[in-house]
């Protein structure tokens, strides 16, 4: 059966910290992985990754594949309090449904 | 420009009621895929348009789950005779192309059945 695993499922950091959010997966089909940040409202896309080894960055946040130990992981340097939200990875499948981790909660304290 | 929208943003409908979501997607975008996302867990797929052909609908969790997209844009997932368990924000998303490519999500609507 096709799966996403994230992990830890929830974590709680003090502003400035750095975190790294895993994510590992059992899929056919693989074409890509998408990272996701979801603030009580729709996911809004961070990272699509489909090269192993390629670092994507985006200001404090950075994500890097590996397609051949099957997983991904997402970095967040000098973590601010809005970084806090649900964060999702999801595996494009043969370019048509997403299949979703439970995804990770991330807790940012002032 | 736009994103995609949705509406109602929250329904509550009594068990055994029929319910019609609404999903506008960005314009020109050819597919479109609407998940449900249960309290505290991902979004999981239920079932995806390309223009306004269903090529896959092998995620909807029962025959009283119904989609259409009868002109390529708008659609619409219609949910007959409520049951508790239907209880979740459904999620729409648009991408532009028909390959591997970045899901753009709607807000969703969080339907409630009581």
């Known amino acids: 059966e096709d799966k996403v695993v994230q992990s830890p499922l929830s974590l709680v950091v003090h502003e400035g910290d750095t975190v790294t959010l895993n994510c590992s997966y059992e899929v056919t089909n693989f074409r890509s992985l998408l990272w996701y940040k979801q603030e009580k409202k729709a996911p809004t896309f961070l990272f699509m990754l489909t090269s192993s080894g390629i670092e994507k960055k985006s200001g404090r946040l950075s994500s890097i594949l590996d397609k051949k130990e099957l997983f991904s992981i997402l970095n967040i340097t000098a973590t601010q309090t809005g970084d806090s939200a649900v964060y999702l990875c999801?595996?494009?499948?043969?370019?048509?449904?997403?299949?979703f981790g439970k995804g990770t909660t991330l807790s940012v304290s002032s | 420009g736009a994103g995609v929208s949705q509406s109602p943003r929250y329904k509550v409908a009594k068990r055994g009621q029929d319910v019609a979501l609404r999903c506008d997607p960005i314009s020109g975008h050819v597919s479109l895929f609407w998940y449900q996302q249960a309290l505290g867990q991902g979004p999981e797929f239920l079932t995806y348009f390309q223009n306004e052909a269903q090529l896959d609908k092998s995620g909807l969790p029962s025959d009283r789950f119904f989609a259409e997209r009868p002109e390529g844009s708008v659609s619409t997932l219609k949910i007959q005779r409520t049951q508790q368990e239907d209880s979740a924000v459904y999620l729409c998303?648009?991408?532009?192309?028909?390959?591997?490519?970045?899901?753009?999500f709607g807000p969703g609507t969080r339907l409630t059945v009581t």
């Open positions: 999801a595996v494009d499948q043969a370019g048509t449904a997403l299949i």
């Open positions: 998303a648009s991408s532009e192309r028909t390959v591997s490519y970045e899901q753009y």
